[in-house]
């Protein structure tokens, strides 16, 4: 079954700090892998998009790795700000689908100042 | 980036009537179009995809008649969900890609928080 398992399902941290957020999927066959960030009552804005062949991608404050081998991936913010508090989702693409997306559930970021 | 314009972004209705809700490419050709619905605190989920000028494939579980979906242009699809009950109270939510295949963005819409009495 494809399936896409993020982690923390929330995460509180302070202004200024770092975080990782965790991505696993089960997904095949695998075209790409998305990270989107989406505030409270908003559509998703699309972060970093990643392909088989590629291990990390930085978005400014924002780095995606991506291990196509384990099939996990990760997304790192640096010196957090109070506007990157939203809920930040996964989303892995099928290869030959007709943009088929399996969406993970999200992880839901605070930071506090 | 490419801009997706979704309308209304917000919508009360009473049951039994009828609500549509628009999803615009506004810089680009827009060949497929996707609607998702996403309850509080899930991830969003897939409705159906249209593509422009033919009939939309809808997910299982998802009533065709009851959401009605037209892709008349490359820039333009309406979700019309009709005879609405509270349980169609959500956030509804457009993506659309210039192609359909292969690594393109796909660009989503802000959303429309649909809210039925």
């Known amino acids: 079954k494809n399936q896409v398992e993020q982690s923390p399902q929330s995460l509180i941290i302070l202004e200024g700090k770092n975080c990782t957020l965790q991505?696993?999927?089960?997904?095949?066959?695998?075209?790409?892998l998305r990270w989107y960030k989406q505030d409270t009552g908003r559509g998703p804005v699309s972060l970093t998009i990643?392909?088989?062949?590629?291990n990390t991608k930085s978005n400014g404050r924002y780095t995606a790795t991506l291990d196509a081998d384990t099939k996990q991936s990760s997304l790192h913010i640096t010196a957090s700000q109070l506007s990157d508090s939203a809920s930040y989702i996964c989303?892995?693409?099928?290869?030959?689908?007709?943009?088929?997306?399996?969406f993970g559930k999200g992880t839901k970021l605070s930071v506090k100042p | 980036g490419a801009v997706v314009s979704q309308h209304p972004s917000w919508v009360i209705c009473k049951s039994g009537t009828s609500v549509k809700i628009e999803c615009r490419s506004l810089?680009?050709?827009?060949?497929?179009m996707f609607w998702y619905r996403q309850f509080p605190k899930q991830s969003l989920m897939l409705m159906a995809t249209?593509?422009?000028?033919?009939?939309?494939?809808?997910e299982q579980g998802v009533e065709k008649d009851k959401f009605l979906i037209n892709h008349a242009s490359l820039t333009l699809s309406t979700l019309t969900v009709t005879s609405a009950h509270p349980e169609d109270s959500s956030f509804y939510i457009c993506?659309?890609?210039?192609?359909?295949?292969?690594?393109?963005?796909?660009?989503f819409g802000q959303g429309t928080r649909l809210t039925v009495v």
């Open positions: 993506s659309a890609r210039q192609m359909a295949f292969m690594n393109t963005e796909a660009f």
């Open positions: 991505c696993n999927y089960t997904v095949s066959p695998f075209s790409n």
């Open positions: 990643m392909t088989f062949s590629e």
């Open positions: 989303v892995v693409s099928i290869r030959g689908s007709q943009g088929n997306l399996i």
């Open positions: 810089d680009f050709q827009a060949t497929t």
């Open positions: 249209s593509n422009e000028g033919s009939k939309a494939t809808y």
